[in-house]
């Protein structure tokens, strides 16, 4: 069974950066999939944030992270980070890991089928 436990979340001031982490476990398809970071804010619906292809050579970015975000993999440890700097209160949100059902990233919601159970990121101004 796949598992995806996020890390890293917690209050951190408006203009301050933050790096969450995503641990997968009992996957042996680990290195063959796409992954992603999507948000949920408070009374918003779930958004796609960063996707990283299944080699990390193909990284893609919300508009509203783009420039100030980076998605990463390491492969041989099971992990994707996502490291977000300039925080604003907007990026305020339930942060969520995902897996793939391919090995390029897209932005549809139903495109991925495992979920980590989340981590709570509060931007205070």
């Known amino acids: 069974q796949v598992q995806l436990v996020e890390s890293g979340g917690g209050l951190v001031q408006a203009g301050g950066s933050m790096r969450l982490s995503c641990v997968v476990s009992?996957?042996?398809?680990?290195?063959?999939?796409?992954m992603a970071w999507f948000r949920r804010a408070p009374g918003k619906e779930r958004e796609f944030v960063a996707g990283i292809s299944w080699n990390g050579g193909n990284t893609v970015y919300a508009d509203s992270v783009n420039g100030r975000s980076t998605v990463s993999r390491d492969n041989p440890k099971k992990t994707v980070d996502l490291q977000l700097s300039s925080l604003k209160s907007e990026d305020t949100a339930t942060y969520y890991c995902t897996r793939a059902r391919g090995n390029e990233p897209q932005l549809a919601t139903n495109y991925y089928d495992v979920w980590g159970q989340g981590t709570q990121v509060t931007v205070s101004s």
């Open positions: 009992g996957t042996m398809d680990w290195g063959l999939m796409a």
